[in-house]
């Protein structure tokens, strides 16, 4: 291990280039996080990799079913959460959120995220959704997202493809190309809300746009959520390793 320090906007970061060799391309690299750690006031921080004490009964989130699903703890090194459809027809799965709206974008008041995981059984299947997102208990209806105010990754179309949207008040950015899923494949996707100015987002740290969408950033509380539907033909898995979120105070 050698852990090196950077500095970037005022913002001094210490990583170590042989476990996170691609810290200096992902979106932590201007998070304030030593600052924090210093001082855990100027920011707000969740970091559920689901081991903790509370991970057995997955307390603290809510997960409610469209007809059917599941969400539960799987027997995985480094604790992994597992949304399971368990069905074949469209539509039906599970939509779980972490309860408590702890995150809203304001002026000021840089937002982080990221989460890895993975679709399994199978992937061109799966309509899925992760992000934050305001609390709604039917985020996917009928092959679209209907919640009014969210940021994230998303697929409804039963292609593997997804897309990173956004919505405020009801109205859609039209979504951008993120990424195309692999069977029981890792993906790590990450987004930085600056203020209310733009979005950036990256797939396995490697940046992929700034999206400059002022008039649709969602300003209203969102909590983490996670989405995982039939496309209406198998009966995929959806996979959380982990979900972070920092943002200033």
């Known amino acids: 291990m050698s852990t090196k320090s950077f500095w970037t906007e005022g913002n001094l970061a210490l990583f170590d280039p042989t476990h996170n060799p691609n810290f200096l391309n992902g979106p932590w690299q201007d998070c304030p996080m030593l600052a924090y750690l210093c001082d855990p006031t100027i920011a707000h921080y969740l970091m559920e990799d689901f081991d903790n004490i509370q991970a057995a009964t997955l307390a603290g989130w809510t997960a409610t079913q469209a007809t059917t699903g599941t969400w539960a703890i ?17 539509g039906q799965g599970i939509n779980v959120q972490k309860l408590g709206e702890n995150f809203k974008c304001a002026a000021g008041k840089d937002l982080w995220f990221e989460a890895r995981f993975r679709v399994t059984d199978t992937f061109d299947d799966c309509e899925l959704f992760v992000g934050l997102a305001i609390t709604d208990t039917t985020v996917l209806v009928s092959q679209a997202n209907t919640a009014t105010d969210y940021i994230g990754w998303e697929c409804v179309t039963n292609d593997g493809i997804c897309l990173f949207e956004t919505e405020k008040a009801g109205v859609t950015v039209t979504g951008k190309a993120a990424m195309t899923l692999e069977e029981a494949t890792w993906a790590k996707v990450a987004f930085k809300v600056n203020g209310v100015t733009d979005i950036e987002h990256w797939v396995d740290d490697v940046k992929l746009s700034t999206t400059q969408i002022t008039a649709n950033i969602p300003v209203v509380e969102m909590t983490p959520t996670i989405v995982c539907q039939s496309g209406g033909t198998a009966d995929p898995l959806l996979d959380v390793d982990y979900i972070r979120c920092f943002q200033l105070r």
């Open 74 to 90: 799987t027997d995985e090194v480094g604790g992994v959460a597992r949304a399971d459809c368990n069905s074949v027809t469209q």
